[in-house]
């Protein structure tokens, strides 16, 4: 299941600063930015010192939803944190053509961010869409030394539910793309929402990103390459149908934590809950303490 919220965007590719000194990835609130090997520039900031985290947010989202909802705070005490915005999102470019959400491409995106930082290993944090980009790395690399996966099933890229939400969003918005390119659209058929997405964000965006997820290859819990955090609230049905699937063959170094109550939106927002979890497996983690 993904985090189906779509936010404002403009920009497909801007103009950034260029790198200036390694110290900026220490104690930086200031917007940084990493190029990816396609070219692509990823913003992100750093709080914090110590053993390296680098966040991934929900779909549509950015991540200032890590900012804002207590997470960084609640990190930086302890650990340097990178957060990031994932491609398409935020203030990184927002490249509008299917092929430049790849997993191998948002993979790379993250090991950009780190190189820019010195980080030769860290801990991955991904929420929702952000927990789905995770599993690839982790299943690629060394260099992750651990990843909390949050709210998404194990399995292919986008759950039976989650492909039929894409397909509907496609047969909804690409009509509505193609008539305002050619100059054809008649905005009084068009609801006040579908008006405001228009007039507010780019439907070719969100596209383009959505889409790429139906050819995402399947991750199975056995892949990962290093220990995991898998959490999950237990009114969120896919993930909890995943664990089910999964449960019996899931590595020891595959920790599961279920959290009663809570739906997919609140793994994220019901931070008093989730933190302290998340918090000591990481602990645990750059303590050694994490085997597989």
């Not at 290093?226 to 920790?255: C, D, F, H, T």
């Amino acid at each position: 299941m993904l985090c189906w919220v779509v936010l404002p965007a403009y920009a497909q590719v801007t103009n950034h600063p260029e790198r200036s000194d390694l110290g900026d990835c220490y104690q930086s609130s200031n917007t940084l930015y990493a190029q990816s090997p396609d070219g692509t520039q990823i913003a992100f900031d750093v709080t914090g010192d110590g053993p390296t985290i680098i966040l991934l947010h929900g779909g549509g989202g950015s991540r200032q939803d890590w900012h804002e909802t207590g997470y960084v705070d609640g990190a930086k005490e302890s650990f340097r944190v990178i957060a990031m915005d994932i491609r398409g999102h935020g203030e990184s470019d927002k490249p509008i053509d299917q092929a430049s959400y790849t997993t191998d491409k948002l993979v790379q995106d993250i090991l950009a961010v780190a190189d820019y930082c010195g980080a030769k290993t860290f801990v991955l944090w991904g929420f929702s869409y952000g927990g789905n980009i995770s599993r690839y790395l982790a299943a690629q690399s060394d260099r992750v030394a651990g990843s909390i996966i949050m709210g998404i099933p194990f399995g292919p890229g986008v759950s039976d539910e989650g492909r039929t939400y894409i397909e509907s969003m496609e047969d909804h918005w690409r009509p509505i793309v193609r008539a305002q390119a050619d100059n054809t659209l008649d905005w009084d058929t068009l609801s006040n929402e579908e008006q405001v997405v228009l007039k507010e964000d780019n439907p070719s965006l969100f596209l383009a990103w959505l889409n790429a997820i139906l050819e995402w290859p399947a991750v199975l819990p056995g892949d990962l390459r290093s220990p995991a955090l898998w959490l999950i609230g237990s009114e969120n049905k896919g993930a909890m149908a995943s664990l089910s699937e999964y449960q019996e063959l899931l590595p020891r170094s595959v920790q599961v934590h279920v959290i009663e109550g809570l739906t997919h939106e609140q793994e994220f927002t019901e931070i008093d809950e989730v933190l302290p979890v998340m918090l000591e497996f990481t602990h645990a983690v750059w303590g050694g303490l994490a085997k597989d």
